[in-house]
């Protein structure tokens, strides 16, 4: 290359990694990461050098760097202020959690635990035995076991009690969850069998009774439907009518609530929803919930359930392929015991206390946003309805107050701006205008 060239002025990532540009990016995003943008600026560099661009100094091509490495940080995992209305947003990570239990989940983190460590007898103990007495206190249930998720839960629960047997289920509820997985493929990856009884509308206890004569399967399967609801023709066997069933042929009784809601649901402004602890109350073997929805704690599915069912679980193969790991043990036994105290829930874990937050308060936090916010946006306070979100309530309009703002460039360029911030602020866009739900935020 001719010193006549103009590619040739261009300055070596060495000499740019020993700038004081340089060294600020090495410091933000690490020397490896800094040194293969700066070499990415470079040749864009040289592209735009052959097409008669000028020769860019070293701030110039490190401001390219940092803009290629801020595009590559939005592909991980980035904080988000949600103010979409929708409290659990299963593209935003769902229930954020207390302080109290990311302080604990901090301090499992950073260094050694007992996690399956007897203090007392200096022995080996079980990370199973962690978080057991308050899901029981809190259910009613005589044993309890804690795994990855709920659909990790419902699988170990029928293949540890009905693998190469048939569970029965209603038509009714063989449901979808997240990602496009619908309960009848996970639990025939359980290696169970699945007997479909009654119509998608209407089952009866009759047709459960049918099954129970013609095939002996192992588990009658009771899956709530949280995510979707069926009105009109419909009817429903009663769960207390499956149990009683259950019990005269010696079956076992597995109720996937899903949500995970132990305050009741009135508390927070919702209609009725069923409580594990009224499923354990009518004798089911064992029911299942989420960590991450209406608990408000971290992802895991929780088992509960009479002491002889959830030891054959535990002892399952499946049951070390599910388990769960110390931070979140740490995490979920601090919500766990917020939700004993009551009150204490609603005000100290983030879900609850948005669903439990008064159209007053809310009223106020917005005027005091939309107060401060420039003029040119034209932001005022307005009524709206918002979501419980994570497939739970999914009738229920939760309603809210917001900020609507109509920014002079444009909604949509204006909520792109906001999500590619930090932190990222995801809304919501009507009628050409931004609404900031205050209810999530």
Request: charged share 25%.
């Amino acid at each position: 290359m001719s010193r006549a060239d103009p590619r040739s002025r261009l300055p070596g990532v060495d000499r740019i990694l020993a700038s004081p540009e340089g060294a600020e990016i090495v410091e933000a995003f690490g020397a490896r990461r800094a040194t293969d943008a700066l070499r990415e600026a470079i040749e864009e560099a040289r592209t735009e050098l052959l097409a008669g661009g000028s020769v860019p100094e070293i701030p110039d091509l490190v401001r390219v760097a940092r803009a290629h490495l801020d595009r590559e940080e939005l592909r991980g995992l980035r904080p988000v202020l949600n103010a979409t209305g929708v409290v659990l947003h299963t593209n935003l990570g769902r229930a954020p959690i207390a302080r109290a239990a990311a302080d604990a989940m901090w301090a499992a983190a950073q260094g050694y635990s007992n996690l399956e460590f007897d203090l007392e007898s200096g022995a080996r103990g079980s990370r199973y035995d962690h978080c057991v007495r308050e899901v029981c206190e809190l259910t009613g249930a005589e044993d309890a076991l804690v795994v990855n998720n709920c659909a990790g839960g419902l699988m170990l629960a029928m293949h540890a009690l009905a693998q190469g047997r048939e569970a029965v289920v209603s038509r009714g509820e063989l449901v979808e969850i997240g990602g496009g997985f619908r309960i009848p493929e996970v639990l025939e990856s359980a290696g169970v069998t699945l007997r479909e009884v009654g119509a998608t509308n209407r089952t009866r206890l009759a047709d459960y009774a049918e099954a129970v004569r013609s095939v002996r399967p192992a588990v009658l399967l009771k899956v709530h439907r949280s995510n979707f609801r069926l009105s009109g023709f419909v009817d429903d066997a009663d769960l207390a009518d499956l149990v009683e069933l259950a019990r005269e042929h010696n079956l076992r009784v597995v109720h996937d609530l899903g949500s995970g809601l132990l305050v009741p649901p009135e508390r927070l402004g919702l209609p009725p929803e069923p409580l594990p602890s009224e499923s354990i109350a009518v004798g089911v073997d064992l029911v299942i919930f989420s960590g991450d929805k209406l608990l408000g704690g971290p992802q895991a599915g929780i088992i509960a359930g009479t002491s002889d069912a959830v030891a054959r679980l535990r002892t399952a193969p499946m049951c070390r392929a599910l388990r769960v790991d110390k931070v979140t043990l740490a995490g979920l036994r601090v919500t766990l015991r917020l939700l004993a105290e009551g009150d204490r829930a609603l005000r100290e874990i983030p879900a609850l206390a948005a669903l439990a937050a008064k159209l007053p308060d809310l009223e106020a936090r917005a005027e005091r946003i939309a107060a401060a916010l420039p003029s040119r946006l034209d932001a005022r306070v307005v009524a709206v309805d918002g979501r419980v979100g994570g497939g739970t309530f999914p009738e229920t309009s939760v309603p809210s107050r917001a900020v609507r703002v109509v920014p002079p460039e444009g909604a949509d360029r204006f909520a792109r701006r906001l999500r590619l911030g930090r932190p990222a602020v995801v809304s919501r866009l009507e009628d050409d205008a931004v609404i900031f739900d205050i209810r999530t935020l």
